[in-house]
C-alpha cells in the first residue's frame, strides 16, 4: 500500500471525520508551469502525495484511538481563537537542535505554536523520502510512545515501487539532473486548545512538491492546506501525539508566470528554509 493509497483511507478510519483526498492524474512537461493554469483536479499524483507526507503521522494514530485534550483557559494574549501577529514576543527563541530540528521549546502556547511549526517543516521536507532521515525527522518530532509504530508503517509504505512511481529510485532519490522538491512553508499558526501538558495547534501551509530540471515530467507544483496536531509535552519539549490535515484556505492564483524549470531547481539549491520561532 502506498501513502497516497493509506491517505485515501483515513478519512473513514474510526469516523474521525477527517477529510477524505483523492489522489489526481499526473501532469506532463518539462516546465514548473504554463501560461494556461490547470484545473483544480488534476494536480499531479506527486504534488498530493508530497503533501501527504505530514498526513501519514495522523493514519497511525487514528487508528490507535485517543481523547481530546482537555480545554484550559489561561491569559487573555493566550486564548484559543484569539488572533495573534507572528512576531516576537519576549521568550527567548529555541536555541538546541536535534539533527536539523529545534528544540527547547518553551511550555506554553507561544513554544507549542513553535513547535508545531518546526515540526510541519520537517515532516514535509525531502528526508521523508528515504528511511534513514526519515526514521530521524519521526523520533525528533513524536512522543516516544508512538514512534515505533508509525515507524513501521511508514516504511511499509515508502516501498520501492511507490518511490519509483514518482520519479524518484528506491533509496528515494532524484534521477541524475533533476532535483526533488518538497518543502511545506508555515504562513500563520493557532492554538485550538491548551492545558499544562498538551496542546492542539493549527499550522497553516503552503506546500512545493515535484521534480524541478531540464526533462522532467513532474514539475514542481503549489498547494494549500492546514496541519492540526495534538502536542504532548514529554521529554522536556512537545512532541506530536497525533495529526491530521485539511485542504486550504487557498487564495486565489495570481497572475505571476511560471518559471522554467531549471529556474525551479535552481532557487531550490540556493534559498535555505527557516527555523520557526514565535
Same mark, same amino acid.
Given at each position: ?16 471525520? +477527517? ?42 494514530? &487514528? ?9 484550559? &483557559? ?26 536539523? *530540528? ?10 507549542? +505554536? ?12 525531502? =528526508? ?6 526519515? !526514521? %530521524? ?10 514512534? %515505533?509504530?508509525?515507524?513501521? @508503517? ?14 524518484? $529510485? ?6 541524475? #539532473?533533476?532535483?526533488?522538491?518538497? @518543502? ?8 485550538? $486548545? ?7 495547534? =493549527? ?11 531540464? #526533462? ?6 503549489? !498547494? ?12 522536556? $519539549? ?11 484556505? !487557498?487564495?486565489?492564483?495570481? =497572475?505571476? @508566470?511560471?518559471?522554467?524549470? =531549471?529556474? *525551479? ?14
Amino acid at each position: 500500500m502506498s501513502p497516497g493509497d493509506e491517505h485515501d483511507s483515513f478519512g473513514g478510519v474510526g469516523g474521525s471525520g +477527517q477529510t477524505r483526498t483523492r489522489l489526481p492524474e499526473g501532469n506532463s512537461g518539462d516546465f514548473h508551469g504554463s501560461a494556461r493554469r490547470p484545473a483544480r483536479g488534476s494536480r499531479s499524483l506527486l504534488a498530493v502525495v508530497g503533501v501527504v507526507v505530514l498526513l501519514v503521522t495522523a493514519i497511525a494514530f &487514528a487508528n490507535r484511538g485517543g481523547g481530546e485534550p482537555a480545554t484550559t &483557559a489561561g491569559p487573555t494574549s493566550d486564548r484559543p481563537g484569539r488572533a495573534t501577529p507572528t512576531t516576537a514576543t519576549g521568550v527567548r527563541p529555541v536555541t538546541g537542535k536535534n539533527g536539523q *530540528i529545534p528544540t527547547g521549546h518553551t511550555q506554553n502556547t507561544q513554544g507549542a +505554536q513553535s513547535a508545531a511549526t518546526n515540526y510541519a517543516v520537517a515532516l514535509g521536507s525531502v =528526508d521523508m523520502f528515504q528511511r534513514g532521515p526519515r !526514521t %530521524d525527522i519521526v523520533r525528533a518530532t513524536h512522543d516516544p510512545a508512538v514512534t %515505533d509504530a508509525l515507524l513501521k @508503517r511508514l516504511d511499509a509504505s515508502y516501498t520501492a515501487d511507490f518511490l519509483t512511481s514518482i520519479g524518484l $529510485d528506491a533509496n528515494g532519490l532524484a534521477p541524475s #539532473g533533476l532535483t526533488f522538491v518538497s @518543502r511545506t512553508v508555515p504562513v500563520g499558526a493557532k492554538v485550538r $486548545d491548551h492545558t499544562a501538558t498538551t496542546a492542539t495547534v =493549527d499550522v497553516w501551509c503552503t506546500g512545493l512538491v515535484g521534480l524541478a530540471g531540464t #526533462g522532467s515530467t513532474k514539475p514542481v507544483t503549489s !498547494t494549500w492546506f492546514t496541519l492540526t496536531q495534538k502536542l504532548t509535552w514529554v521529554g522536556g $519539549d512537545w512532541r506530536i501525539s497525533s495529526s491530521s490535515q485539511t485542504e486550504g484556505p !487557498t487564495p486565489v492564483n495570481g =497572475d505571476n @508566470r511560471a518559471s522554467v524549470a =531549471d529556474e *525551479i531547481a535552481e532557487a531550490v539549491e540556493e534559498y535555505g528554509g527557516f527555523t520557526y520561532a514565535r
